[in-house]
């Protein structure tokens, strides 16, 4: 088989049942649209001569945390609030295979099955809990560990109103200098966000949010 005879089947089998859900695809994407953000699930395929090894992901994209880092950016942002591939969710425990190696069509149909299997009963339903914020900031704010993470946890910490937000800025600073985090441009948008979040509770940068 070739590349193309893999994306096919792919496309086909994935579209078929993302549609049931109201996903719309662009390209290897699939997104859908709901009234305080977007759902994506989407895939890429590793060549490896005669062996194909697809990979999904999934995320989450709130619209609240899109326009807030947006105007504190300065610029038009729509990052992940929330993304996971499908190795790291093999890593966790939470899903089966690390990955497929496929050489036949009906490993095609087989591994899409079972992917969208698991995004039906798991996958969907966990990026449908954490719309609400404070769910949200509960799962990605309960340790910290990647310097890199910051700006995004704190910009939904305070969202939440969670009450552990000067500790959490206060070990975000640490790891930067435990780590000698060397990209300076992490540091200084992480500085920026702090400064623009300090003063406010959630009300006031949802009202900032409305008149922006």
């Known amino acids: 088989m070739k590349k193309k005879d893999i994306k096919k089947i792919i496309d086909n089998e994935y579209k078929k049942d993302l549609q049931k859900l109201e996903f719309v695809q662009k390209g290897n994407r699939f997104i859908k649209k709901s009234i305080n953000s977007i759902y994506e699930f989407s895939y890429v395929i590793y060549d490896y001569g005669n062996v194909f090894t697809p990979e999904f992901s999934y995320g989450i994209s709130l619209f609240s945390y899109n326009s807030l880092i947006s105007l504190i950016m300065e610029q038009e942002l729509s990052p992940f609030a929330y993304y996971v591939r499908q190795g790291t969710l093999y890593e966790m425990g939470i899903y089966s295979v690390d990955d497929y190696l496929i050489t036949s069509e009906d490993e095609v149909l087989e591994m899409t099955k079972e992917v969208m299997t698991f995004f039906h009963q798991k996958g969907l339903p966990f990026l449908e809990s954490i719309t609400d914020i404070k769910k949200l900031d509960n799962f990605i704010n309960q340790r910290v560990e990647t310097p890199s993470d910051g700006v995004k946890n704190l910009i939904i910490a305070k969202l939440a109103d969670n009450?552990?937000?000067?500790?959490?800025?206060?070990?975000?600073?640490?790891?930067?200098?435990?780590?000698?985090?060397?990209?300076?441009?992490?540091?200084?948008?992480?500085?920026?966000?702090?400064?623009?979040?300090?003063?406010?509770?959630?009300?006031?940068l949802n009202r900032i949010i409305k008149n922006n």
């Open 163 to 204: 009450p552990n937000y000067e500790y959490l800025k206060k070990k975000y600073r640490e790891i930067f200098k435990a780590q000698n985090w060397s990209i300076k441009e992490d540091i200084v948008n992480f500085e920026k966000v702090c400064s623009f979040l300090d003063p406010y509770d959630s009300e006031d």
